[in-house]
């Protein structure tokens, strides 16, 4: 079902896709009764000058139809399938905000002191506590309780990877492992979480498996086979010994050049959003995490790592957050990957609007986010003393992947940028690292409950 929407004071699509359904096989001379639900955010427009979602005042036309390209202009009734249906229309008398948003993409406010404003307290550490993970997980010490026992090597830990991929402490071809990488955290009870390379199966040593490609998946239009498909993927990691699939992609088919577009599913933000949620929901079913990517607006492969993606606050709002969205409130997947490129002149993994803005405070996503494999070095504009490794936990993205900064180093190693600042002036808080801690023991819990 597409949504014709009226002229206003902004420009709109020639039509949007407002929702989809899936029948089954119907036979010849029978019929089926499909109701297609669509959120109205899905057609109003971002208003930059008010940072809102509006459906401006107007009349609004729903037109059944196969593809957006072939509907007519105007007509009173559109094909669908076998028979024609009349068009339907709801007619807004005046202008309705549907939501009003936090502003990014250069906000009037001075990012510094909205960061400052928000600091997490800092909580005590390197307490003498004797507490076992596997106690927290049975509900008989707090997780504050455990995270107070940590050391800040520990904490420091809880923020990165193991260092490498195919690291000795997970199945062997996995790309990456977090938690329990420093013996010390071990012996608290702190598990090892084992990452793999996704979307299309599981990319390890020995096994692999092969399913459908995303963008073969949403060409598919049903939520509830990708769902199941994704299922059995779910089995297939605990069978292999695997906790997150690096999956789904997520990102917008903008250009046909992207030499990854196979992974991801669509050029239009709400098929890929409920696609992305039924994988998500598929894999964690089963009880282990999926990790959507890459979070946001990479459009291309070639020279991924430096390219910026320069773009204005609606395109960002309407077309590649709006996939992400769906899919974090529809899908609730543990772990979110962020993206090699930069957003308007800053780092996806270093951008506090991205991770914090948006996908906590607006979105309410509570869960980890880690970045995708290595990323660039930069220091703060906001905060001279921060760079590198602090600079992305102040900006909220939790741990660093694979766990170095250099892909030449074959062993764990910190470089030592996370705590370089702390407790200087304007530095990094010990609070800021134990957020991000927990966010990773949070993430090892939901699993472990899941088991």
């Known amino acids: 079902m597409y949504c014709r929407q009226p002229d206003g004071k902004i420009a709109k699509p ?9 029948t089954g096989v119907i036979d010849p001379g029978k019929t089926e009764t499909v109701i297609i639900r669509f959120g109205l955010k899905y057609i109003a427009s971002f208003d930059e000058s008010t940072h809102s979602f509006v459906v401006e005042k107007g009349q609004y036309f729903f037109e059944l139809q196969s593809d957006s390209l072939s509907a007519p202009d105007g007509g009173d009734t559109v094909k669908a399938g076998f028979a024609f249906v009349p068009a339907g229309s709801v007619n807004f008398s005046e202008d309705i905000t549907v939501e009003r948003c936090l502003p990014v993409c250069g906000s009037s406010e001075s990012l510094k002191k909205r960061i400052e404003d928000t600091l997490p307290e800092t909580a005590p550490y390197g307490l003498d506590k004797n507490i076992k993970f596997d106690d927290v997980a049975a509900g008989s010490a707090s997780l504050d309780d455990f995270i107070s026992q940590l050391s800040l090597e520990e904490l420091e830990a809880l923020t990165r990877g193991h260092g490498m991929m195919d690291s000795e402490l997970g199945t062997p071809g996995n790309a990456g492992v977090i938690g329990g990488i420093l013996p010390s ?68 088919h903008r250009n046909p050049l992207c030499g990854r577009n196979f992974e991801y599913f669509s050029e239009d933000p709400v098929l890929s959003g409920k696609t992305g949620a039924a994988v998500i929901r598929g894999v964690q079913s089963a009880g282990r995490s999926s990790c959507p990517k890459h979070f946001a607006c990479n459009n291309q492969e070639k020279r991924r790592n430096t390219n910026d993606s320069r773009l204005s606050e609606r395109a960002l709002r309407e077309i590649y957050l709006r996939n992400f969205e769906i899919a974090v409130k529809e899908g609730r997947p543990l772990a979110i990957m962020t993206s090699y490129n930069k957003v308007n002149g800053v780092w996806a993994h270093y951008s506090y609007d991205l991770a914090t803005t948006v996908l906590r405070r607006e979105w309410k996503y509570p869960g980890l986010v880690i970045t995708d494999w290595w990323m660039r070095r930069s220091k703060s504009p906001e905060f001279k003393l921060i760079r590198d490794n602090a600079y992305r936990v102040r900006a909220g993205i939790d741990v660093l992947m694979p766990g170095n900064m250099s892909r030449v180093c074959r062993r764990y190693r910190s470089d030592g940028s996370l705590l370089k600042s702390l407790g200087k002036p304007a530095g990094i808080t010990a609070g800021e690292i134990q957020l991000s801690a927990r966010r990773v023991l949070e993430t090892a819990l939901a699993l472990k409950k899941q088991e």
């Open 14 to 22: 020639v039509r949007v896709l407002a929702g989809y359904a899936k």
């Open 185 to 252: 955290l071990r012996e608290k009870g702190v598990p090892v979480i084992t990452c793999a390379d996704g979307p299309a199966g599981l990319r390890l040593k020995k096994y692999c498996t092969l399913m459908p490609c995303g963008t073969a998946i949403a060409a598919s239009w049903n939520e509830a086979a990708a769902e199941t498909l994704h299922a059995l993927i779910g089995k297939e990691m605990e069978k292999l010994g695997v906790d997150m699939q690096l999956s789904p992609g997520m990102n917008i």
